[in-house]
């Protein structure tokens, strides 16, 4: 180093203090975070951990995210699924559509699984569509027809459809 580029003692001391403050500041900082999580954790606004093969009680599992749901360590800060009641999980496992746990007899259990799989079998497939100006090599196999493919019209056929329609029409005038 030069003898230009040392610092003097009382401007290194300033310095020394700066970043200290600055990491002092930083700490606080991380603190007040921490300080912040562990009220929500103590408070029971955490979201709770639940795996996907947990049993889980009907009246539950309306909270569970499968169903659009939050459920929290406290139930008071739980968000029930607002498509689904305990009321439609339970006429779905009547109609056999949603499986169901059961270790007793009364006692009926879901699990995250259980509903992902009742949430999938529950969307509805997308129907192919099919134009009416398709082509046969287009079309399905059930729709080909082996002489001419569905609304197409010869000359003939057209002009014969338009002259029943003129004779139809005179009929209904003469009257």
């Known amino acids: 180093m030069n003898d230009n580029d040392e610092l003097d003692p009382d401007e290194m001391i300033r310095r020394m203090i700066a970043d200290m403050e600055e990491d002092l500041v930083e ?5 007040s975070d921490y300080d912040a999580r562990m009220a929500v954790l103590l408070s029971g606004a955490a979201p709770k951990h639940v795996d996907m093969d947990t049993a889980v009680k009907i009246d539950e599992a309306i909270f569970l995210p499968e169903l659009g749901g939050v459920w929290t360590e406290s139930l008071e800060f739980s968000i029930p699924s607002q498509t689904h009641s305990v009321k439609t999980l339970r006429n779905a496992i009547a109609s056999g559509a949603l499986g169901v746990e ?39 196999s059930l729709v080909k027809s082996r002489t001419k493919p569905s609304g197409a019209f010869t000359t003939d056929e057209r002009e014969l459809t ?5 004779q139809t029409l005179k009929a209904l005038k003469r009257r």
């Open 27 to 31: 700490i606080e900082m991380r603190g």
């Open 162 to 166: 338009r002259d029943a329609a003129k």
């Open 102 to 140: 059961r270790p007793h007899i009364k006692k009926q259990f879901l699990t995250r699984n259980l509903l992902k799989e009742y949430r999938e079998s529950c969307r509805e497939r997308p129907n192919p569509h099919i134009s009416s100006s398709a082509t046969l090599g287009n079309m399905p």
